[in-house]
């Protein structure tokens, strides 16, 4: 099982640069979600969807945009880049609401 | 809006010792509560789920207890080994969302 799939696993950008981080998973989880882990401020939540077509904001949601086409799927766009957006963004999927959380990989983004 | 703390941050024990990780948080009203060990560098690997209908989980080692009206978690992990070395998270799951702990980064030496 490949699980939760992240691309790419680094990235630098410039400030106002706009990318796509990429989330798959092959469970046929429901909810997906992104995090983004900082030094001293733990995970936070970004965006999360309870399925197709359905998206919501998590705690930080401002700078960036989701949506979920399929199950499968689940990319978070920047679309214009900020020196603050510098972080390790983990995608994450469970079958159920409050159900067992698994994670990807990350991927590390630096913005300069 | 859910809180959650680990104490304590920093862990260093020898080899064989038994370790015990607390995870508290704020509000009772929770779905489940999970632990994750993530090593540097490397994504989230979960550990145990505890229903919040459940007190206690097990796997192999390690035994995590959670007690809903006081508000805390604790992750016991039997009989340390240089590879249980990791920051390990706990995370209260509320709804659909998860608030998680800032870790406790553990070392076993050998």
């Known amino acids: 099982n490949a699980g939760v799939t992240q691309t790419p696993k680094f990235q630098v950008l410039k400030t106002g640069q706009s990318m796509t981080l990429q989330c798959a998973q092959d469970?046929?989880?429901?909810?997906m979600s992104w995090y983004r882990q900082d030094p001293g401020m733990g995970l936070r939540l970004i965006h999360y969807?309870?399925?197709?077509?359905?998206?919501d904001q998590g705690e930080v949601p401002n700078g960036y945009n989701v949506s979920r086409s399929t199950t499968e799927d689940f990319p978070l766009r920047l679309l214009s880049a900020a020196p603050s957006q510098t972080s390790v963004y983990f995608c994450?999927?469970?079958?159920?609401?409050?159900?067992?959380?698994?994670f990807g990989e990350g991927s590390r983004l630096t913005v300069l | 809006k859910q809180e959650v703390t680990q104490i304590p941050a920093a862990l260093s024990v020898p080899e064989g010792e038994n370790l015990v990780l607390n995870c508290s948080f704020t509000?009772?009203?929770?779905?489940?509560l999970q632990w994750f060990r993530q090593d540097p560098g490397k994504g989230l690997t979960s550990l145990l789920l505890?229903?919040?209908?459940?007190r206690e989980q097990t796997s192999g080692r390690l035994n995590a207890s959670l007690d809903k009206s006081s508000g805390r978690s604790t992750l016991y992990i039997a009989a340390s080994q240089p590879g249980d070395s990791a920051t390990y998270l706990c995370?209260?799951?509320?709804?659909?969302?998860?608030?998680f702990g800032a870790g406790t980064t553990v070392t076993v030496r050998a």
């Open positions: 505890i229903q919040s209908s459940q």
């Open positions: 995370a209260a799951i509320n709804d659909y969302k998860l608030s």
């Open positions: 994450a999927s469970s079958y159920s609401k409050g159900g067992e959380l698994f």
């Open positions: 969807s309870v399925g197709a077509g359905i998206t």
């Open positions: 509000d009772s009203a929770i779905y489940n």
């Open positions: 469970m046929n989880h429901e909810y």
